[in-house]
Every structure is written in C-alpha cells, then in structure tokens.
C-alpha cells in the first residue's frame, strides 16, 4: 500500500482502527462488517467523478459508466424492497429523512413520530437536530407497562395535531412494527406514512419483519446497519402521491438533489448496488434468521442474569437493558465494556430519568457478531461476559480474564481473514 510510505501517519490509524475492529465484539447494533467487495466497490476512481443529477439526465459530461451503476443500483433496491420507485443517493439515513420532509412538508408542518427515548431517532424531530427546528413535531411514546408501542396514543395524538405526516421507525425499539395499524391512522387524519427502516431493512428484505409496502408512501433506510453495505443512505417510495395524484417519486428524486445534496457518492451507490445483490444470495436469509437467533439467545442471558430487558425482550436484532438498578452510570459502564474490547452504546428507556448522555439503558445487538460467524451459544458466553463485567466492574482481575476471553473468541471468529490493510 503507497499510503504507508507517502502518509504513515494516516495508514498507521488506519490499521489500527482495522485491527481493534477485528479485535473487538461488536454489539452496536447499527454497526456491522461490510464484504471485502462492498469495501473494494468503495475503494475506487468512482469517488472522482461529479455526477450531479440522475442516470441520462447529468449536469456533467463523463457519466456514461456511472449513470449504469447508479441504474442497477436503482433496479436492485427496487427489487429487493419491492418498491416502485428508488433514489440511492442520500449520503445517509438523516440525509434521506431531510429530503423526504422537504419533498412532502413545509417548513412549519406538522409531524408525528416516537419519543427519542422509546426508541426514535435524532432526525424525527429532536429540538437539537434541524427536524425539530424546522418542523413542528410531536411524539408518541411505548405504554408504560409493556414498553410496546401505543397505537391508542398515537392515534389520540394524529387526532388531535392533524398531522401531515406519520413517521414509523426504530433506532433502539426491539418489537415488530404495525405498519398497517400506521396506515389506518394516516389515513384518518390524511397524513403521509413514512417509515424509517434503517435498523431492520435487512430483516425486511428477509421476509422476518412485516413489510412497510404497500402501507408506507416513503420508507428510508441506511445501508450499512442489518442490510450490511456500505455507509449510506436509500429512499425507496411509491410512484404517485397518495394525496393529490402528482408524481411523488419525481418529488423524492428532486428534494434529494439539487433539494439538499450535490454531488453523489458513486463509488459508495456502486458498493450499494453490490450490496444488494448480495441481499439477494440465499445466504442472506440464513444470516438475517441467525441474527434474530442470536439477540434472543442472549436476551435470556441478560434475564436469566437479573437484567430487566425493555419490553421484556425482542423480535429483532437489538435490545435495550435497563441499568438503573445497578446504581451504574451507563457510560462508565460503556467505557469499562470497551477496555476490554466490547462495544456497545449506552441508550435512554422509556420514560428515562437520566439524560440522554449518561442515560438508564445499554443497547446491544447482534448484527455484526452473527456476521464473524458466532452462533446463538457463542452469543450467550458474550452476554454472560458483558454481565461478568457489569457484576465486578472495580475488578481488574476479572476485567483481564473477561478481556482474555474477548481474545479467544475474536480469534474463533476472525473477520476479514488474514488480510491486513
Ligand atoms: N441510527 C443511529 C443508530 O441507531 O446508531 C445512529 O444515528
């Protein structure tokens, strides 16, 4: 590699970053390990070329191999989400939020989506991200008791504000959602349904999650959580816009660009386009059940152990556990999980206390682990570590054994081979 000899610097992080991801248990469950040909796509001249614009319709000359790249791009999101309609160009899943709120509302619009701490995102509407400033949005919580989410509310609430759209999603909500139950409410009050699929999109893709089509008007979603591409972000959409007829994919493609971006990432589009049809291998399937597989197995663990699981357990890849009883902080619990090469993040509960940056919970998931190869017993000796940790946490000796342990099973299931970078 000429970087190494022209900027040691910047190579040397880099092989370090490499090496402490292939040293370390991944249980962020928006993070995952893309395949060496997602990785190479990215690794190319593509990232060279300005391509404003779409396929055949380019601000520039020079387009001819991009604008087919982008096309099977495009062809196969349409397949693999069953949509009518893609754009694959949002840099991420906040960008692809902001281009379907300026393709549907107006800057004052209202807007109804969950509760940051019951599992929503920064971009549906948080007072310190750009939704929240530029949109009036009011939320929906889970109930109390079950921690599920509460149609009753959410209805009560599209009721009562009139919103012009409902925002479906998850970020760290470990039930299936009721796409249809959205539906009915949207169409109430005559709101657009969107949802936000980042976290689930690969178990969507494998049949293990109910569909947001034909419910959903827009559905967004990352790239790179369960889906296991490149970092990015998707929109997939219906033709026609539900409520006045016109063309609602036109209104996506142009809010996305010139609406709010410039230039594509075509050397990111080509790794998505690699991606997705690697959502189409058989061994796809068999990867999404195993990641399910997975985060229940260890959930019992963590029940089994004395840790209170939010909703008392999962449906998907994740799950939340609530920390408070420990008398922990959650982030001291997160810096001492990555002293021995764990990661997680910590996470607000419902109805959290604490604030959102030393808040009550720890979310974990399986994505990547299930990617390194571990199965649901392997998965269970990692949920007993992170409880080993929690339990004696002023315990060097026990944090050296748990980190040995760490070792062991990171060499059990290497990622990425031998290669070095
Ligand atoms: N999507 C968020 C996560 O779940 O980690 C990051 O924005």
């Known amino acids: 590699m000429k970087l190494k000899n022209k900027d040691p610097k910047i190579y040397n992080l880099i092989r370090r970053e490499v090496a402490r991801q292939k040293e370390g248990l991944v249980l962020i ?32 000359s020079g387009n001819k191999f991009i604008d087919e790249i982008e096309s099977i791009a495009i062809e196969r999101a349409k397949k693999i989400f069953k949509a009518q309609h893609a754009n694959v160009q949002p840099h991420s899943g906040t960008q692809a939020n902001e281009a379907v709120y300026l393709a549907l509302l107006k800057p004052g619009d209202r807007v109804l989506a969950l509760d940051l701490s019951a ?31 509460d149609f009753d509310e ?28 959205f539906r009915a409410i949207a169409d109430k009050v005559g709101a657009y349904l969107m949802a936000d699929i980042a976290h689930i999109a690969g178990l969507i893709i494998a049949g293990l999650h109910p569909h947001p089509f034909p419910f959903a008007d827009v559905v967004t979603t990352t790239t790179h959580k369960t889906l296991r591409g ?21 209104k996506i493609d142009r809010a996305v660009f010139p609406g709010t971006q410039g230039g594509p990432l075509e050397h990111v589009i080509a790794a998505k386009a690699v991606c997705f049809r690697e959502a189409m291998e058989p061994g796809f399937l068999k990867y999404q059940k195993q990641i399910i597989k997975n985060s229940k197995a260890m959930v019992e663990v963590f029940k089994d152990q004395g840790f209170r699981v939010i909703s008392n357990g999962t449906d998907n890849h994740l799950f939340v556990i609530d920390i408070s009883p420990t008398g922990l902080s959650s982030l001291f619990i997160q810096q001492e999980l990555e002293k021995v090469n764990i990661f997680v993040n910590r996470n607000m509960i419902p109805f959290d206390k604490r604030s959102a940056f030393d808040p009550s919970g720890i979310r974990m998931g399986t994505p990547a682990i299930t990617t390194r190869g571990l199965k649901e017993k392997d998965c269970q000796e990692v949920a007993y570590l992170v409880c080993e940790l929690i339990k004696n946490i002023k315990s060097a000796s026990k944090k050296q054994k748990i980190k040995e342990k760490v070792k062991m099973i990171c060499r059990k299931f290497p990622i990425y081979g031998n290669l070095r970078w």
Do not use: C, W
């Open 230 to 250: 490149p970092r990015g972000g998707l929109i997939l959409s219906k033709k026609r816009d539900r409520l006045d007829g016109s063309n609602l994919a036109q």
């Open 119 to 149: 599992g929503g995102h920064l971009s549906h509407g948080a007072k310190i991200n750009f939704s929240g400033r530029f949109y009036r949005f009011f939320h929906y919580g889970v109930n109390r008791k079950t921690e599920l989410i």
């Open 29 to 60: 469950p928006s993070e995952n390990y893309a395949s060496l040909e997602v990785l190479s796509a990215m690794a190319t001249p593509l990232s060279n070329k300005y391509s404003e614009g779409y396929p055949q319709k380019r601000y520039y």
């Open 154 to 181: 959410v209805e009560k609430k599209a009721l009562r504000y009139k919103p012009k759209l409902i925002i479906a999603s998850t970020t760290s909500y470990s039930r299936k959602l009721d796409f249809k139950r």
